[in-house]
């Protein structure tokens, strides 16, 4: 058994070296580097500890991102569980919800940390990278962009490497936020991308109230103060998100109402 592990571990070596090669960082200046989930088989312990690779590239020698990375390695990052307080640790916080998320222009820090002293005014981008299904679903580690200023969102940088993982049958969750729709004195609860379409924010409504397939109706958001705002369409919709995103809300409160009773 042991060896099998170590032979998936090469594996994803592989892929990630390739994925950074083949990374285009538009003539920015950027680093890429890789995080490896360390587990004990003897413990019973869900979670892990992240150990920074040799597995790393900044084509501009950035000297600002180098010393970023030797901060890095002077860490000695604890075990991760599912409780484990990670602060603004944005690597630790992928390995903890299994998700992506990146640090923009617009984010407003809530509470300042030694993670977020360190990354100062730069940018992030983290994926936690996963073995596909086939064989649990198990997390092999966290990949990590960081930009020498922030960028107005990593979508398109998340979706460059996202589709390189699937292609060498890795995978990683899409960059979201959790969506929490009220309709009819019922909650559900789904992720959506930020890149999601006014038309994919329907789709997952309906699919979970399925009485609202055969009706009209009207999505409303709730914005921080309580004011009650239509999503009418694509472009109100990335709004809502990018608001959402900038505050550091862990969710977004979301109102159904029929169009006979009024949105």
Not at 11 to 24: A, C, L, M
Not at 52 to 72: I, M, V
Not at 89 to 100: F, K, M, S, V
Not at 142 to 149: Q, R, S
Request: with cysteine; glycine share 8%.
């Amino acid at each position: 058994m042991l060896v099998i592990i170590l032979q998936l571990t090469l594996e994803v070596k592989s892929i990630v070296r390739e994925v950074f090669e083949s990374f285009n960082f538009h003539n920015e200046s950027g680093l890429l580097q890789f995080w490896a989930c360390s587990t004990d088989p003897d413990s019973e312990e869900i979670g892990c500890n992240l150990v920074l690779t040799d597995l790393t590239c900044n084509p501009t020698q950035d000297q600002g991102l180098e010393d970023y990375r030797k901060r890095c390695l002077e860490k000695q990052y604890p075990f991760i569980g599912i409780e484990s307080s990670v602060g603004n640790w944005l690597a630790g916080r992928a390995t903890q919800t299994g998700i992506a998320d990146h640090l923009t222009k617009h984010y407003v820090l809530r509470q300042e940390d030694q993670h977020s002293r360190d990354m100062g005014a730069r940018g992030q981008l983290v994926l936690p990278v996963c073995f596909d299904e086939g064989v649990g679903n198990k997390l092999a580690g966290v990949i990590e962009y960081v930009t020498t200023v922030r960028k107005e969102s990593y979508v398109e940088d998340f979706e460059q490497i996202h589709d390189f993982l699937k292609d060498k049958g890795l995978k990683s969750t899409y960059i979201g936020k959790t969506i929490k729709v009220v309709y009819d004195g019922h909650m559900i609860k789904f992720r959506l991308p930020l890149s999601a379409k006014f038309s994919d924010l329907h789709t997952e409504v309906t699919k979970r109230f399925a009485d609202l397939e055969q009706k009209k109706f009207c999505v409303n958001y709730e914005d921080n103060k309580g004011i009650i705002l239509p999503i009418s369409s694509d472009v109100v919709l990335w709004g809502c998100m990018k608001d959402a995103s900038s505050k550091g809300a862990n969710f977004i409160k979301m109102h159904v109402s029929l169009e006979h009773v009024g949105c």
